[in-house]
């Protein structure tokens, strides 16, 4: 096991009458992880409102922490808050995840590729079936090489659903101390907008600062793309 760099793996999640699979997904998650992952890693799940509370199984890898409420903060708020907990307890890798993804052997190869690059001008993201045709990630199995991406637009933009930064990155485009996402960035529509599904304009905003992602062909990862949020950000 490589445990030279530490990794820090966030993961929101939400269960409700609404959204009944938020529990299996987390717990699909993490499991799946644990299992193909062999760096050294730490997973914060992030419990945004759920209710009945996420349960989770012992495994001192994984690291539960609650949010009471999703409709003050949404995922933005989250994301935010999971991210800076990762780096400041020690992870110099975070990797943002939703819960409607699970994971297999390729991930080791998303991993070692930072672990080399280390570049702080870079989010990183993998290739995934769950994803809109005109994405440059959609593909049926993995692939070859790395995609450098823009982000100055779709679909030239890494998608929120997985990505990586350096804790280097984190410190250079964070808007302040604690928070690298804005719910108010310039492609937002309104603030609620910004809670539930703005955070991908922070990378658009971003790369007019040096910001460009890369997607490490090699990982490929199932991503079931539920987008429950949709329905909070057009209420």
Not at 63 to 68: D, F, G, N
Not at 103 to 115: G, T
Not at 163 to 177: E, L, P, V
């Amino acid at each position: 096991m490589n445990k030279q760099i530490k990794t820090g793996f966030i993961v929101t999640v939400h269960h409700s009458e609404e959204r009944p699979q938020g529990q299996e997904f987390v717990i699909k998650f993490c499991k799946t992880l644990i299992e193909y992952c062999t760096h050294d890693i730490i997973i914060y799940v992030i419990d945004n409102g759920s209710f009945p509370l996420i349960k989770m199984f012992e495994d001192s890898r994984i690291k539960l922490i609650r949010i009471e409420d999703e409709d003050i903060g949404g995922i933005t708020f989250a994301w935010n808050l999971g991210i800076n907990i990762a780096q400041e307890e020690g992870c110099e890798i975070l990797v943002n995840c939703g819960d409607d993804m699970y994971f297999n052997e390729s991930i080791n190869k998303f991993l070692d590729y930072i672990k080399l690059d280390m570049n702080e001008d870079t989010i990183y993201s993998c290739l995934t079936d769950g994803l809109f045709g005109g994405s440059i990630q959609k593909s049926n199995t993995a692939q070859v090489g790395v995609t450098q991406v823009s982000c100055k637009q779709s679909p030239q933009l890494i998608n929120g659903f997985f990505f990586g930064m350096t804790k280097s990155h984190y410190k250079k485009y964070r808007i302040k101390n604690d928070k690298y996402f804005s719910s108010n960035n310039r492609y937002v529509k309104d603030e609620n907008h910004g809670k539930w599904a703005g955070q991908e304009g922070q990378f658009q905003e971003n790369s007019d600062k040096g910001l460009k992602g890369l997607v490490i062909n090699e990982c490929w990862l199932p991503h079931i793309k539920l987008r429950s949020w949709v329905k909070k950000m057009e209420n």
